[in-house]
């Protein structure tokens, strides 16, 4: 099966890390653009970050700007997401996604979607 397996969640307190990994089953993550999105109860999920497959060229939502940062390293077929000063509002399922398109693509465009990973960012 074609799709992403996303681990590194956890309950943290304000004011911890995390580090996410999403490593890519049965095919290569090269070539890819990968996004870190993320759904909170009752909201839409959103584009976290995303990382360019030609050039590992890098961006985030405004709101993890300075505190998340995104990686790849395609020996391992994987993707991390460095999530440094949580806040409460960071709480969320965790996926990430790929496409053959750049990381501009609407949502549609995203495919190999794993189950996710739950981060809950609580006292």
């Known amino acids: 099966q074609l799709q992403f397996v996303e681990s590194g969640g956890g309950l943290v307190q304000p004011g911890g890390s995390l580090r996410l990994s999403c490593t890519a089953s049965?095919?290569?993550?090269?070539?890819?653009?990968i996004r870190w999105f993320r759904q909170a109860p009752g909201k839409e999920r959103e584009g976290v970050s995303c990382i360019s497959g030609s050039d590992s060229s890098t961006n985030y939502v405004d709101s993890v700007k300075g505190r998340f940062t995104i990686s790849r390293d395609n020996a391992k077929n994987a993707v991390f997401l460095q999530m440094n000063s949580l806040k409460p509002e960071d709480t969320a399922v965790y996926y990430c996604?790929?496409?053959?398109?750049?990381?501009?693509?609407?949502?549609?465009?995203?495919?190999?979607w794993g189950q996710g990973t739950q981060v809950t960012v609580s006292s």
């Open positions: 996604a790929a496409t053959t398109g750049d990381c501009s693509s609407p949502r549609s465009f995203y495919r190999y």
């Open positions: 049965g095919f290569t993550l090269v070539g890819y653009d």
